[in-house]
């Protein structure tokens, strides 16, 4: 080969590798479209490894052997190290290879490589003459398997693609990374929607305990009391009696609450892949009473909200587009062409024992050849039954996008519903604490001025215990009323909550 014949070759294998750089470049250069939260700078960047992460979270400073944390955080460590967000993100990462990969059908393959043949024996012309040959040849550069004057068997570069997957395969590869784009979003809410809802759940469970330990010692003073007159001869054994099983009672209900703080931690440490031995706690402070949602927006501006931006909707609506891309290119298939084209370079030589030399007379050589050509998959009934195939598989998008229309709406109004009257639930349950309260302060003033029997307490002490047992669940059900609210309309938790009214403190 000669070395003008050689540097040729090089610089057409060197710019149809451009062209496939070029064509590459754009898949490569797109991001997952969901930026992760960022940690504060406590925490170090391996927080993708949960055994990293759980010494970051702050000791408590009591000396417990547990680990305080709070909702910002947890929601950033759950967008690092939650297992189903990091397997939504990378299949983007698959979707983008596939789009790679389809805007490339048109780039030719490049091989290079040698073929070797000898034979030895008898051949017979086209004429019937039997000769006794003993031939032999090389071919070496671009492709392979030359052999006689046939063309190259395995081209050196060559396209070989049909003309339609060559235009919707790009398409739909396309439609179907903004689909995936979309579930990550819709997997990335709904995660970050779970880790809000058990942190309240063990904030609430905390709130519980603490407003049981005061019951506690309401209910030791009740005790002392009853206790103190059945003693002197002015009340009843069996009135202390009562007012200790009511003790015990409370005391059962404390046992109840720490196994669901115990719970709460421990499914809030699986959704964050921490180990739920750390024994999570909450940071403390006054139980919120948030207000993520804008109370004065009617629902169905808040309707109209969430099927413009819930992603699992958009996601749908991409998935139609694919599937109706699907179908055009099944339909298309008959009517456009599979083509081939393919080139080679090398060097050629050989001989045998008829002519001289016997192996010999290298020379460049060269070989273009093209080709085109229509099918009808077994005999077109097989075309038509793709094309059924597509249009049902269109249709199931479309009917399934119409599910997610209607499942849409029933979350939107249910938290809508339930964040309305859950505030209103707050504000009867805060009314009834405080009457609660106040009513055994005045029962325990009157008992103490030997106005009354101490078995009187007991009824206000039930009525005190259930009212901040009940005004902890009611600010509990609306914390979580609207964080599904406010996911529902198609957006992830705050990862900064914005300052809610204190109703309880801790």
């Known amino acids: 080969m000669t070395l003008s014949r050689l540097a040729h070759i090089c610089r057409w294998m060197r710019g149809l590798l451009s062209l496939a ?3 590459c470049a754009p898949a490569w250069a797109q991001q997952s479209g969901f930026e992760r939260l960022p940690l504060p700078p406590e925490l170090s960047p391996e927080a993708m490894n949960p055994e990293a992460v759980a010494p970051n979270v702050m000791a408590d400073p009591s000396g417990a052997d547990r680990f305080l944390i709070d909702l910002t955080t947890a929601l950033r460590l759950a967008d690092r190290a939650n297992p189903e967000i990091g397997i939504s993100r990378q299949e983007i990462e698959v979707s983008l290879a596939l789009l790679q990969r389809a805007r490339v059908i048109l780039l030719p393959s490049l091989t290079a490589g040698s073929n070797y043949h000898n034979h030895t024996g008898n051949l017979q012309r086209s004429g019937g003459t039997i000769l006794s040959v003993d031939s032999q040849l090389l071919y070496y550069g671009g492709g392979a398997q030359a052999i006689g004057a046939n063309t190259v068997m395995v081209p050196a570069i060559r396209i070989f693609a049909h003309v339609g997957d060559a235009y919707f395969e790009p398409l739909a590869a396309r439609q179907q990374t903004v689909v995936r784009r979309f ?4 997997t990335f809410n709904t995660i970050l929607l779970n880790v809000s809802m058990r942190y309240v759940e063990l904030m609430a469970a905390e709130a519980q305990l603490e ?6 010692q309401d209910a030791a003073e009740s005790v002392r009391i009853t206790s103190d007159f059945a003693r002197v001869g002015q009340g009843r054994a069996a009135d202390a009696n009562r007012m200790l099983t009511a003790a015990a009672l409370i005391d059962s209900e404390v046992q109840r609450w720490l196994e669901q703080k115990a719970v709460a931690a421990a499914e809030l440490a699986r959704l964050l892949s921490l180990d739920p031995s750390a024994g999570l706690a909450t940071v403390g402070g006054p139980m919120p009473l948030l207000q993520l949602v804008d109370p004065a927006c009617r629902l169905d ?3 109209d909200v969430a099927l413009r931006q819930r992603p699992d909707l958009a996601a749908r609506t991409a998935m139609i587009a694919e ?6 290119q099944e339909r298309m298939r008959p009517l ?3 083509i081939s084209v393919s080139a080679s370079a090398g060097e050629f030589g050989g001989g045998s024992n008829l002519v001289v030399p016997t192996f010999g007379s290298f020379s460049g050589r060269t070989d273009f050849d093209a080709f085109a050509y229509w099918s009808l998959q077994n005999a077109g009934v097989g075309n038509l039954a793709l094309w059924r195939n597509r249009r049902a598989l269109a249709d199931q998008a479309i009917s399934d996008r119409t599910r997610v229309v209607n499942l849409v709406r029933r979350q939107v109004a249910e938290a809508y519903a339930e ?10 349950n805060e009314k009834r604490l405080q009457l609660a309260e106040a009513g055994f302060a005045e029962e325990l003033r009157r008992i103490r001025g030997g106005e009354g029997l101490p078995i009187e307490l007991l009824d206000n002490l039930n009525r005190l215990v259930n009212a901040r047992q009940a005004l902890v669940a009611s600010i509990s059900s609306y914390d979580q009323a609207e964080f ?3 996911v529902a309309l198609g957006q992830a938790p705050p990862a900064m909550l914005p300052a809610g009214q204190a109703v309880l403190g801790r």
């Not at 407003?211 to 506690?216: E, T």
């Not at 964040?419 to 009867?428: N, S």
Request: proline share 3%; glycine share 6%; no cysteine.
């Open 323 to 328: 599937t109706e891309t699907r179908y055009r």
């Open 419 to 428: 964040a309305t009257a859950g505030r209103e639930t707050v504000d009867t």
């Open 301 to 303: 501006q808040l309707l």
């Open 21 to 23: 750089v070029l064509a």
């Open 183 to 186: 579930d990550a979003g819709a």
């Open 211 to 216: 407003l049981l330990r005061r019951s506690q």
């Open 336 to 338: 456009l062409p599979t």
């Open 484 to 486: 599904r609210l406010f």
